[in-house]
């Protein structure tokens, strides 16, 4: 289970909340643009979202994709 977060204009990433950890962010990038990926800040920001949102995060990907 992934979501897509996005930068417009500079990248998308693919979190996959499911491994991510109280010290690791588990992404990869879709696509970049004009800068070289989430900075280090905007890491730390998206894992607090998914650590504090994984259960929120896990009943909303199996609503919607695995119907």
């Not at 905007?42 to 199996?62: G, I, M, N, P, T």
Request: charged share 30%; hydrophobic share 40%.
């Amino acid at each position: 289970p992934h979501f897509h977060a996005r930068k417009p204009g500079a990248w998308e990433t693919r979190v996959f909340f499911r491994s991510c950890t109280a010290r690791q962010l588990d992404f990869d990038i879709k696509f970049l643009l004009r800068e070289p990926g989430p900075t280090n800040k905007e890491r730390k920001a998206l894992l607090a979202l998914v650590l504090a949102h994984r259960s929120e995060l896990y009943a909303e990907w199996e609503a919607k994709v695995c119907r």
